[in-house]
């Protein structure tokens, strides 16, 4: 029960996250802006976004979309720290849920 309360969780946020990308939200753009990243590029991270959600709520799929998730938010943690973007507090709720899903879905 536990395992299913984190990967809906998980998949809740991600998925809440990929909304905001695929609409053109103005928090992923300003958030683009900071990290030096095309604004052309918040769409498809959305799309990105979208298929680790869908994957977490898909039996055979969670640990491989849980670790896509764990990786694309390491590669955005090395985006913000190239841009020297230490705001990383929607970061860290973002790792901590993918992670969290990653090990209880093993």
């Keep these: 029960m536990f395992a ?3 990967t809906l969780t998980a998949a809740a946020l991600v998925g809440a996250a990929a909304i905001a990308n695929l609409i053109g939200h ?3 753009r300003r958030e ?4 030096r990243i095309p604004r052309s590029w918040v769409r498809p991270f959305g799309v ?3 298929a680790g959600a869908i994957g977490l709520l898909l039996p055979p799929l969670r640990t491989l979309a849980a670790a896509g998730l764990v990786l694309y938010f ?3 943690l090395g985006a913000h720290v190239r841009a020297g973007n230490y ?3 929607a970061w860290a ?3 901590g849920v993918s992670v969290a899903a990653l090990a209880v879905n093993p």
């Design 4 to 6: 299913l309360i984190v």
């Design 74 to 76: 390491l590669i955005a």
């Design 32 to 35: 683009a802006d900071r990290n």
């Design 26 to 28: 103005d928090y992923p």
């Design 87 to 89: 705001r990383l507090g």
């Design 93 to 95: 709720l973002y790792f």
């Design 48 to 50: 990105v976004l979208a």
